[in-house]
């Protein structure tokens, strides 16, 4: 007789979300923007959501831009098992299908099976590309890379040879008739010549967002071989809001919440990453909010006028935290580190020699503010880790 407990469905989504993890491990053939290094599929998906944000404008009135954040947080994820198939390289069209089609089986499969289910609709609706908003977040998907080409102060040959192949007869030109006025300043912009001063505000912030791929956080991945950045990060906070929202305290605005994620660490670009059990003296917190209001007039002073103030809007929604939906996006941002630092053995926990009423204080209160029933699942797992290394 089989007396194995059925897992509950926070240990599904859990499951789920911490198997994501290892999307921030898949190389692109492209580089970030400053040359250092590849970028990897969990910040490209993070960068994506931030273009379908920014060239919203340009949607038409029947795009639901919620549905096409959805889709591009969840876009990449098979990679996570079939991996990143570069434009360039020639590839078996049938044979890349089946493997996504088999990563799709195991990963959606690991969640709450109606869960599974909406979310991998919501993966294969992006690869139909039949619908108003599969088909503008596959011309952002399309575009993105050779907008980070473009981006780069350094140019390299290689590089442009295939973004010049790309936007003459590749995927590019497929957004010529879903993103007109994209594709256009895409090719402008390539080319050198003169682009849309809006178009290029937008493009402006869409690169300087880039740098947050190179802020480092105290927190690992969950693999504990580096530590995490506040790129890649922000697409995990995505998922978790868009994966855990039925844990909510109240009812909140599912797709707001998951904007915020999006922006929330933004001004980091500027300011840097605070972790939250290091600099915790009181003379800290004002020079850092201070620090960050100064890099929010900054980066949101890039975009149009109405444009960058709206985005600010949701920025500071969340840092107040007082309507449901910030509440909520903050105990998101709060669970995803504490799991991290369980599975890479402590993390940041080691680091600054935190016990298990510092983060209770710290962590714990602040999750179940916004999503009650996270904390008591964490702090049941957490706990033995405490006991056997801090006891």
């Known amino acids: 007789m089989n007396t194995d407990t059925p897992p509950t469905r926070l240990e599904q989504q859990f499951a789920f979300l911490m198997e994501a993890d290892d999307l921030k491990s898949v190389l692109r053939a492209n580089q970030i923007m400053d040359r250092s290094r590849f970028e990897n599929s969990a910040e490209h998906s993070w960068h994506a959501c931030l273009a379908a944000l920014i060239f919203a404008p340009l949607a038409t009135d029947d795009i639901d831009l919620d549905r096409v954040l959805a889709m591009l947080v969840l876009h990449d994820l098979v990679e996570i098992d079939a991996g990143d198939h570069p434009i360039h390289i020639s590839h078996d069209p049938a044979s890349v299908a089946a493997l996504e089609a088999a990563a799709a089986d195991r990963l959606y499969g690991l ?61 590019a030109t497929k957004t ?11 090719k402008a912009a390539f080319e050198g010549t003169p682009t849309d001063p809006v178009m290029q505000a937008r493009f402006d912030y869409w690169c300087e967002a880039d740098r947050l791929k190179s802020v480092l956080r105290a927190t690992p991945i969950r693999d504990g071989s580096r530590p995490e950045n506040s790129g890649e990060h922000s ?22 919440a998951i904007r915020m994620m999006l922006l929330h660490d933004i001004v980091e670009v500027d300011a840097g990453d605070t972790p939250i059990h290091g600099a915790i003296t009181p003379e800290a917190h004002p020079a850092q909010e201070a620090a960050e209001i100064k890099a929010a007039d900054r980066l949101f002073g890039l975009l149009p006028a109405g444009e960058g103030a709206a985005l600010r809007g949701l920025w500071e929604e969340f840092e107040a935290a007082q309507t449901p939906t910030a509440l909520y996006a903050k105990s998101i941002d709060r669970a995803q580190p504490v799991l991290h630092n369980l599975a890479s053995d402590g993390g940041s926990w080691r680091t600054y020699d935190v016990t298990l009423e510092q983060l209770e204080e710290r962590v714990g209160t602040k999750v179940a503010r916004g999503a009650p029933a996270l904390w008591p699942y964490i702090r049941a797992r957490v706990t033995p880790w405490f006991e056997a290394n801090r006891g």
């Open 235 to 256: 697409w995990h906070v995505m998922l978790y809001a868009l994966t855990l929202v039925d844990h909510a305290h109240t009812e909140i605005d599912p797709g707001r």
């Open 111 to 171: 969640l709450p099976a109606g869960q599974g289910a909406a979310f991998r609709a919501i993966w294969e609706e992006f690869e139909a590309m039949q619908t108003p908003a599969a088909r503008y977040a596959k011309a952002i998907d399309f575009l993105a890379p050779a907008l980070q080409c473009i981006g780069a102060p350094v140019q390299l040959d290689e590089e442009r040879g295939i973004v010049e192949r790309n936007l003459r007869e590749g995927r």
């Open 176 to 186: 010529k008739a879903i993103l007109p006025d994209l594709y256009a300043f895409t």
